[in-house]
């Protein structure tokens, strides 16, 4: 692996890493002015996750799709 790929690779993993901490902590400090906010940010994370759930369980036992990793590239 070149040594660019890999720079990128962890820039990127570090940046998303970043990104979680800094949400998450956007969150707990909204949640500690109105447990509301916490209620409500709760619901969109929950229908993400859901969806997340279901496309990776949909591309799991598709049968299809299945068809297209066997061909040789």
Same mark, same amino acid.
């Given at each position: 692996?070149?040594?660019?790929?890999? +720079?990128?690779?962890?820039?990127?993993?570090?940046?998303?890493?970043?990104?979680?901490?800094?949400?998450?902590?956007?969150?707990?400090?909204?949640?500690?002015?109105?447990?509301? +906010?916490?209620?409500?940010?709760?619901?969109?994370?929950?229908?993400?996750?859901? +969806?997340?759930?279901?496309?990776?369980?949909?591309?799991?036992?598709?049968?299809?799709?299945?068809?297209?990793?066997?061909?040789?590239?």
């Amino acid at each position: 692996m070149p040594l660019d790929r890999l +720079v990128l690779i962890l820039v990127i993993v570090l940046a998303a890493a970043g990104g979680t901490i800094w949400i998450a902590m956007l969150f707990f400090a909204s949640s500690q002015i109105s447990p509301l +906010v916490a209620v409500l940010t709760a619901l969109p994370v929950a229908l993400g996750l859901y +969806v997340v759930w279901r496309v990776i369980s949909e591309r799991l036992s598709n049968r299809e799709d299945d068809h297209y990793d066997r061909i040789e590239k």
